[in-house]
Protein backbone atom coordinates (compact mmCIF):
# COMPACT_ATOMS: atom_id res chain seq x y z
CA UNK A 1 0.00 0.00 0.00
CA UNK A 2 2.77 2.29 0.99
CA UNK A 3 3.85 2.53 -2.73
CA UNK A 4 0.71 3.29 -4.16
CA UNK A 5 0.10 6.92 -5.41
CA UNK A 6 -2.48 9.22 -6.96
CA UNK A 7 -3.28 8.95 -10.49
CA UNK A 8 -5.67 10.95 -13.17
CA UNK A 9 -7.10 9.24 -16.23
CA UNK A 10 -8.59 11.27 -19.02
CA UNK A 11 -11.40 10.54 -20.93
CA UNK A 12 -14.46 11.94 -23.33
CA UNK A 13 -18.13 13.45 -21.95
CA UNK A 14 -19.92 10.85 -21.02
CA UNK A 15 -17.13 7.71 -20.74
CA UNK A 16 -16.55 8.44 -17.10
CA UNK A 17 -18.46 5.59 -15.26
CA UNK A 18 -17.42 3.36 -18.14
CA UNK A 19 -13.71 4.30 -17.19
CA UNK A 20 -14.30 3.95 -13.68
CA UNK A 21 -15.96 0.47 -13.91
CA UNK A 22 -12.91 -0.77 -16.05
CA UNK A 23 -10.61 0.83 -13.39
CA UNK A 24 -12.24 -1.31 -10.51
CA UNK A 25 -11.74 -4.83 -12.50
CA UNK A 26 -8.48 -3.90 -13.10
CA UNK A 27 -8.01 -3.49 -9.09
CA UNK A 28 -7.26 0.24 -8.61
CA UNK A 29 -8.18 1.81 -5.57
CA UNK A 30 -10.06 4.82 -4.29
CA UNK A 31 -12.22 5.32 -7.39
CA UNK A 32 -13.60 8.70 -7.97
CA UNK A 33 -15.27 9.77 -10.89
CA UNK A 34 -14.49 13.48 -12.26
CA UNK A 35 -15.80 15.77 -15.14
CA UNK A 36 -14.26 13.86 -18.27
CA UNK A 37 -11.77 12.05 -15.80
CA UNK A 38 -11.46 9.94 -12.80
CA UNK A 39 -9.05 10.05 -9.77
CA UNK A 40 -7.39 6.42 -8.72
CA UNK A 41 -4.82 5.15 -6.73
CA UNK A 42 -2.32 2.05 -7.43
CA UNK A 43 1.62 1.38 -7.88
CA UNK A 44 4.10 1.53 -10.27
CA UNK A 45 3.21 -1.46 -12.15
CA UNK A 46 -0.93 -0.55 -11.78
CA UNK A 47 0.51 2.72 -14.21
CA UNK A 48 2.07 0.53 -16.53
CA UNK A 49 -1.39 -1.75 -16.81
CA UNK A 50 -3.40 1.34 -17.24
CA UNK A 51 -2.02 2.40 -20.05
CA UNK A 52 -1.70 -0.98 -21.78
CA UNK A 53 -5.76 -2.32 -20.40
CA UNK A 54 -8.03 0.90 -20.52
CA UNK A 55 -10.25 0.88 -23.42
CA UNK A 56 -11.87 4.28 -22.56
CA UNK A 57 -8.45 6.70 -21.29
CA UNK A 58 -7.02 9.29 -23.42
CA UNK A 59 -4.26 9.40 -20.86
CA UNK A 60 -2.89 8.88 -17.46
CA UNK A 61 -1.39 11.27 -15.39
CA UNK A 62 0.82 11.12 -12.43
CA UNK A 63 0.45 14.19 -10.55
CA UNK A 64 3.33 15.61 -8.56
CA UNK A 65 2.34 18.61 -6.85
CA UNK A 66 -0.59 20.93 -6.34
CA UNK A 67 -0.90 24.86 -5.39
CA UNK A 68 -2.93 28.10 -5.11
CA UNK A 69 -1.83 30.20 -7.87
CA UNK A 70 -3.01 34.07 -8.98
CA UNK A 71 -0.68 34.97 -11.22
CA UNK A 72 2.72 33.94 -14.19
CA UNK A 73 5.21 34.70 -11.17
CA UNK A 74 3.37 32.76 -8.46
CA UNK A 75 3.24 30.01 -11.14
CA UNK A 76 6.87 30.36 -12.17
CA UNK A 77 8.07 30.20 -8.60
CA UNK A 78 6.08 26.86 -7.68
CA UNK A 79 7.38 24.89 -10.61
CA UNK A 80 10.69 26.33 -10.02
CA UNK A 81 10.66 24.99 -6.83
CA UNK A 82 9.74 21.08 -7.87
CA UNK A 83 12.85 18.71 -8.08
CA UNK A 84 13.06 18.14 -11.53
CA UNK A 85 15.89 16.93 -11.75
CA UNK A 86 14.74 13.39 -9.69
CA UNK A 87 12.48 13.32 -13.07
CA UNK A 88 14.21 13.92 -16.11
CA UNK A 89 18.26 14.06 -16.71
CA UNK A 90 19.94 17.77 -18.13
CA UNK A 91 20.29 16.20 -21.02
CA UNK A 92 17.26 15.44 -21.60
CA UNK A 93 14.34 16.30 -23.51
CA UNK A 94 10.61 18.27 -22.12
CA UNK A 95 6.91 19.23 -23.46
CA UNK A 96 4.54 20.93 -21.63
CA UNK A 97 0.95 20.53 -22.19
CA UNK A 98 -1.70 22.96 -20.33
CA UNK A 99 -5.84 22.75 -19.43
CA UNK A 100 -6.72 26.15 -18.06
CA UNK A 101 -10.14 27.29 -17.08
CA UNK A 102 -9.54 30.74 -14.84
CA UNK A 103 -9.49 34.39 -14.91
CA UNK A 104 -6.39 34.81 -13.60
CA UNK A 105 -4.90 32.88 -17.18
CA UNK A 106 -6.25 33.52 -20.31
CA UNK A 107 -3.72 32.12 -22.74
CA UNK A 108 -3.01 28.68 -21.87
CA UNK A 109 0.64 28.92 -24.32
CA UNK A 110 2.03 31.66 -21.97
CA UNK A 111 1.24 29.20 -19.07
CA UNK A 112 3.20 26.51 -21.11
CA UNK A 113 5.83 28.93 -21.79
CA UNK A 114 6.22 30.32 -18.31
CA UNK A 115 6.20 26.71 -16.96
CA UNK A 116 8.89 25.46 -19.36
CA UNK A 117 10.90 28.26 -18.44
CA UNK A 118 10.62 27.96 -14.65
CA UNK A 119 11.66 23.90 -15.07
CA UNK A 120 14.47 24.96 -17.47
CA UNK A 121 16.26 27.70 -15.03
CA UNK A 122 16.15 25.40 -12.32
CA UNK A 123 18.01 23.63 -14.36
CA UNK A 124 20.94 25.90 -15.43
CA UNK A 125 20.94 27.35 -11.91
CA UNK A 126 21.82 23.91 -10.94
CA UNK A 127 24.34 22.46 -13.33
CA UNK A 128 24.83 25.34 -15.80
CA UNK A 129 22.74 24.00 -18.87
CA UNK A 130 20.05 22.63 -19.31
CA UNK A 131 17.40 20.30 -21.16
CA UNK A 132 16.00 20.87 -24.94
CA UNK A 133 12.31 21.33 -25.92
CA UNK A 134 10.78 18.76 -27.87
CA UNK A 135 7.13 19.27 -28.67
CA UNK A 136 6.73 15.32 -30.53
CA UNK A 137 9.08 13.18 -28.35
CA UNK A 138 10.07 14.15 -25.17
CA UNK A 139 11.69 12.26 -22.62
CA UNK A 140 9.54 14.05 -20.19
CA UNK A 141 5.78 15.23 -20.81
CA UNK A 142 4.62 17.63 -17.69
CA UNK A 143 0.94 18.88 -17.82
CA UNK A 144 -0.01 21.78 -15.87
CA UNK A 145 -4.31 21.60 -15.09
CA UNK A 146 -5.21 25.54 -13.65
CA UNK A 147 -8.87 25.55 -12.08
CA UNK A 148 -9.46 29.01 -11.12
CA UNK A 149 -6.86 29.23 -8.84
CA UNK A 150 -5.72 26.07 -8.41
CA UNK A 151 -2.93 24.31 -9.93
CA UNK A 152 -2.05 20.25 -10.49
CA UNK A 153 1.31 19.45 -12.01
CA UNK A 154 1.35 16.10 -13.22
CA UNK A 155 3.77 13.68 -15.36
CA UNK A 156 1.82 12.18 -18.60
CA UNK A 157 2.78 8.73 -18.52
CA UNK A 158 1.25 7.78 -21.75
CA UNK A 159 2.87 9.91 -23.95
CA UNK A 160 0.75 10.06 -27.24
CA UNK A 161 -2.90 10.02 -26.85
CA UNK A 162 -3.65 6.51 -25.79
CA UNK A 163 -6.76 6.25 -28.75
CA UNK A 164 -3.14 6.41 -30.68
CA UNK A 165 -3.62 2.23 -30.38
CA UNK A 166 -0.97 1.71 -33.17
CA UNK A 167 -2.81 -0.72 -35.84
CA UNK A 168 -4.37 2.12 -37.57
CA UNK A 169 -2.46 3.13 -40.48
CA UNK A 170 -5.31 3.64 -43.21
CA UNK A 171 -8.50 6.04 -42.53
CA UNK A 172 -11.33 6.85 -44.41
CA UNK A 173 -12.52 10.34 -44.56
CA UNK A 174 -14.67 10.66 -41.19
CA UNK A 175 -13.08 8.12 -38.81
CA UNK A 176 -13.83 7.42 -35.45
CA UNK A 177 -11.76 7.92 -32.55
CA UNK A 178 -10.46 4.63 -31.07
CA UNK A 179 -11.33 5.76 -28.02
CA UNK A 180 -14.78 6.67 -28.63
CA UNK A 181 -15.40 3.44 -30.78
CA UNK A 182 -14.50 1.61 -27.67
CA UNK A 183 -16.46 3.61 -24.95
CA UNK A 184 -19.76 3.14 -27.53
CA UNK A 185 -19.22 -0.67 -27.41
CA UNK A 186 -18.69 -0.84 -23.49
CA UNK A 187 -21.43 1.40 -22.88
CA UNK A 188 -23.77 -0.57 -25.37
CA UNK A 189 -23.07 -3.89 -23.32
CA UNK A 190 -20.71 -5.93 -25.86
CA UNK A 191 -19.34 -8.46 -23.97
CA UNK A 192 -18.13 -11.01 -27.05
CA UNK A 193 -21.45 -13.47 -26.17
CA UNK A 194 -23.28 -13.15 -29.54
CA UNK A 195 -22.31 -12.35 -33.52
CA UNK A 196 -21.66 -8.96 -33.95
CA UNK A 197 -21.98 -6.65 -37.04
CA UNK A 198 -20.94 -3.02 -38.22
CA UNK A 199 -22.79 -2.53 -41.32
CA UNK A 200 -20.95 0.88 -42.47
CA UNK A 201 -17.73 -0.28 -40.85
CA UNK A 202 -14.84 2.68 -42.94
CA UNK A 203 -12.12 2.11 -41.58
CA UNK A 204 -13.07 -0.78 -38.97
CA UNK A 205 -12.08 1.02 -36.07
CA UNK A 206 -15.41 -0.46 -34.31
CA UNK A 207 -14.68 -3.98 -35.90
CA UNK A 208 -11.13 -3.88 -34.26
CA UNK A 209 -12.33 -2.16 -31.16
CA UNK A 210 -15.30 -5.07 -31.08
CA UNK A 211 -12.71 -8.11 -31.35
CA UNK A 212 -10.56 -6.93 -28.97
CA UNK A 213 -12.95 -6.63 -26.52
CA UNK A 214 -14.50 -9.94 -27.30
CA UNK A 215 -11.55 -11.38 -27.31
CA UNK A 216 -10.29 -10.02 -23.81
CA UNK A 217 -7.16 -8.20 -25.74
CA UNK A 218 -5.29 -5.31 -24.00
CA UNK A 219 -6.64 -2.20 -26.10
CA UNK A 220 -2.62 -0.97 -26.46
CA UNK A 221 -0.80 -3.97 -27.20
CA UNK A 222 0.40 -2.68 -30.44
CA UNK A 223 1.36 0.80 -28.91
CA UNK A 224 4.80 1.69 -30.06
CA UNK A 225 5.68 3.33 -27.04
CA UNK A 226 4.67 4.89 -23.62
CA UNK A 227 5.93 8.38 -21.98
CA UNK A 228 6.46 6.35 -18.74
CA UNK A 229 9.21 4.17 -21.32
CA UNK A 230 11.58 7.38 -21.07
CA UNK A 231 11.33 8.09 -17.47
CA UNK A 232 14.27 7.83 -14.71
CA UNK A 233 12.84 5.14 -13.21
CA UNK A 234 11.52 3.13 -15.42
CA UNK A 235 11.08 -0.75 -15.17
CA UNK A 236 11.43 -2.51 -17.97
CA UNK A 237 11.15 -6.15 -16.27
CA UNK A 238 8.22 -4.70 -14.51
CA UNK A 239 6.95 -3.66 -17.71
CA UNK A 240 7.65 -6.51 -19.39
CA UNK A 241 5.70 -9.26 -16.15
CA UNK A 242 2.38 -6.50 -16.53
CA UNK A 243 2.47 -7.00 -20.62
CA UNK A 244 2.81 -10.90 -20.58
CA UNK A 245 0.52 -11.34 -17.67
CA UNK A 246 -2.76 -9.30 -19.61
CA UNK A 247 -2.28 -10.68 -22.63
CA UNK A 248 -2.69 -14.23 -20.91
CA UNK A 249 -5.94 -13.24 -19.97
CA UNK A 250 -6.84 -13.33 -23.77
CA UNK A 251 -10.06 -15.66 -24.48
CA UNK A 252 -11.38 -17.65 -27.60
CA UNK A 253 -13.95 -16.20 -29.09
CA UNK A 254 -16.56 -18.47 -31.14
CA UNK A 255 -18.82 -16.19 -32.93
CA UNK A 256 -18.74 -14.31 -35.51
CA UNK A 257 -17.73 -10.00 -36.54
CA UNK A 258 -18.53 -8.62 -39.48
CA UNK A 259 -17.95 -5.34 -41.70
CA UNK A 260 -20.00 -3.91 -44.56
CA UNK A 261 -18.78 -0.94 -46.53
CA UNK A 262 -19.79 -0.20 -50.34
CA UNK A 263 -17.17 1.61 -50.83
CA UNK A 264 -14.16 -0.37 -52.00
CA UNK A 265 -11.47 2.24 -50.92
CA UNK A 266 -12.92 1.62 -47.40
CA UNK A 267 -13.23 -2.07 -47.46
CA UNK A 268 -9.44 -2.34 -48.23
CA UNK A 269 -8.00 -0.10 -45.27
CA UNK A 270 -10.30 -1.90 -43.26
CA UNK A 271 -8.75 -5.31 -43.82
CA UNK A 272 -5.39 -3.60 -43.71
CA UNK A 273 -6.10 -2.03 -40.13
CA UNK A 274 -7.75 -5.54 -39.07
CA UNK A 275 -4.45 -7.01 -40.03
CA UNK A 276 -2.03 -4.74 -38.27
CA UNK A 277 -3.95 -5.55 -35.45
CA UNK A 278 -3.49 -9.39 -36.14
CA UNK A 279 -7.23 -9.55 -35.64
CA UNK A 280 -7.89 -11.25 -39.25
CA UNK A 281 -9.31 -14.51 -38.08
CA UNK A 282 -11.79 -12.88 -36.02
CA UNK A 283 -13.66 -10.37 -38.28
CA UNK A 284 -14.60 -10.32 -41.58
CA UNK A 285 -15.34 -7.59 -43.90
CA UNK A 286 -17.54 -7.81 -47.29
CA UNK A 287 -18.20 -4.91 -49.45
CA UNK A 288 -22.28 -4.42 -49.25
CA UNK A 289 -24.61 -1.80 -49.50
CA UNK A 290 -26.39 -2.33 -45.98
CA UNK A 291 -29.62 -1.35 -47.18
CA UNK A 292 -29.21 -4.20 -49.90
CA UNK A 293 -28.73 -6.81 -47.18
CA UNK A 294 -30.65 -8.98 -44.33
CA UNK A 295 -29.30 -10.40 -41.83
CA UNK A 296 -27.54 -14.06 -42.19
CA UNK A 297 -27.15 -15.55 -38.97
CA UNK A 298 -28.87 -16.99 -36.10
CA UNK A 299 -29.76 -15.91 -33.02
CA UNK A 300 -28.82 -12.32 -31.15
CA UNK A 301 -26.77 -9.97 -33.32
CA UNK A 302 -25.18 -6.85 -31.37
CA UNK A 303 -24.43 -4.30 -33.55
CA UNK A 304 -22.95 -0.90 -33.14
CA UNK A 305 -21.96 1.77 -36.23
CA UNK A 306 -21.20 5.50 -36.67
CA UNK A 307 -23.34 6.63 -40.18
CA UNK A 308 -22.59 9.49 -41.83
CA UNK A 309 -23.95 12.46 -40.05
CA UNK A 310 -23.59 14.70 -43.45
CA UNK A 311 -21.09 17.14 -41.59
CA UNK A 312 -17.97 15.91 -43.69
CA UNK A 313 -20.16 13.10 -46.00
CA UNK A 314 -22.40 14.56 -48.36
CA UNK A 315 -25.98 12.97 -48.66
CA UNK A 316 -29.51 13.16 -48.62
CA UNK A 317 -29.49 12.42 -44.55
CA UNK A 318 -33.47 12.20 -44.33
CA UNK A 319 -33.70 9.65 -46.75
CA UNK A 320 -30.55 8.19 -45.59
CA UNK A 321 -31.75 8.11 -42.14
CA UNK A 322 -35.14 6.68 -43.39
CA UNK A 323 -33.01 3.92 -45.02
CA UNK A 324 -31.42 3.10 -41.98
CA UNK A 325 -34.90 2.28 -39.89
CA UNK A 326 -36.48 0.21 -42.68
CA UNK A 327 -33.65 -2.10 -43.19
CA UNK A 328 -33.13 -2.79 -39.27
CA UNK A 329 -36.98 -3.22 -39.51
CA UNK A 330 -37.49 -5.04 -42.53
CA UNK A 331 -34.23 -7.44 -42.33
CA UNK A 332 -32.65 -7.85 -38.99
CA UNK A 333 -34.72 -9.53 -36.25
CA UNK A 334 -33.44 -10.35 -33.41
CA UNK A 335 -31.12 -7.80 -33.38
CA UNK A 336 -29.55 -4.73 -30.75
CA UNK A 337 -28.72 -1.72 -33.16
CA UNK A 338 -26.90 1.30 -31.61
CA UNK A 339 -25.52 3.91 -33.73
CA UNK A 340 -24.29 7.14 -33.15
CA UNK A 341 -25.23 10.83 -34.92
CA UNK A 342 -25.09 14.71 -34.46
CA UNK A 343 -28.13 15.17 -36.94
CA UNK A 344 -30.97 15.55 -34.83
CA UNK A 345 -33.44 16.33 -37.53
CA UNK A 346 -32.35 12.96 -39.67
CA UNK A 347 -32.57 11.05 -36.48
CA UNK A 348 -36.52 11.81 -36.31
CA UNK A 349 -36.57 9.89 -40.22
CA UNK A 350 -35.31 6.57 -39.27
CA UNK A 351 -39.18 5.59 -37.90
CA UNK A 352 -37.85 3.51 -34.90
CA UNK A 353 -38.34 4.07 -31.45
CA UNK A 354 -35.28 4.26 -29.12
CA UNK A 355 -35.22 2.59 -26.19
CA UNK A 356 -31.71 4.57 -24.41
CA UNK A 357 -30.51 7.58 -25.92
CA UNK A 358 -27.19 8.98 -24.16
CA UNK A 359 -25.31 12.20 -25.15
CA UNK A 360 -21.90 11.92 -26.26
CA UNK A 361 -19.52 14.41 -27.85
CA UNK A 362 -17.74 12.62 -31.31
CA UNK A 363 -14.99 15.30 -31.82
CA UNK A 364 -17.02 18.81 -31.25
CA UNK A 365 -19.79 17.57 -32.39
CA UNK A 366 -23.14 17.10 -29.55
CA UNK A 367 -24.32 13.71 -30.58
CA UNK A 368 -26.87 11.25 -29.47
CA UNK A 369 -25.93 7.61 -28.80
CA UNK A 370 -28.98 5.55 -29.22
CA UNK A 371 -30.23 1.98 -29.06
CA UNK A 372 -32.58 0.23 -31.12
CA UNK A 373 -34.08 -3.14 -30.47
CA UNK A 374 -35.72 -5.74 -33.46
CA UNK A 375 -37.39 -8.42 -31.88
CA UNK A 376 -37.72 -11.61 -33.37
CA UNK A 377 -41.12 -12.20 -35.15
CA UNK A 378 -42.18 -7.95 -34.70
CA UNK A 379 -43.63 -7.76 -38.34
CA UNK A 380 -46.03 -10.93 -38.21
CA UNK A 381 -47.08 -9.77 -34.41
CA UNK A 382 -47.92 -6.36 -36.33
CA UNK A 383 -49.38 -8.23 -39.29
CA UNK A 384 -51.69 -10.04 -37.26
CA UNK A 385 -52.69 -7.28 -34.85
Keep these: MANNFQMLAKTMHGFEGVLADELRKMGAIDVKEGKRSVLFKGDEGFMYKANLGLRTALKILRPIASFKVKNEEGLYRQVNNISWEDYLGVNGTLAVDTTVYSDNFTHSKFVALKTK ?30 NRDYCTISLDSSGNSLHHRGYRSATNIAPINEVMAAGMLL ?46 DYDADLFETIFESLLKKSREFSYKILGYDKAPSAVSKCRENIKNAN ?44 SIGDTLKQGYPGTEAWFISSNMEALKHVGLRPSRKITLYNGKLESKFLKYEIYEGSKKNKNNQ
Design 279 to 322: LSEFITVEQRDFFETEKETKGPLHMVFNPPYGERLRLEAEAFYS
Design 117 to 146: DAVVDRYRDLFGKRPDVDVKHPDLRIHVHI
Design 187 to 232: LSGWDGKSDFMDPMCGSGTVLVEAAMIACNIPPNINRREFGFEKWK
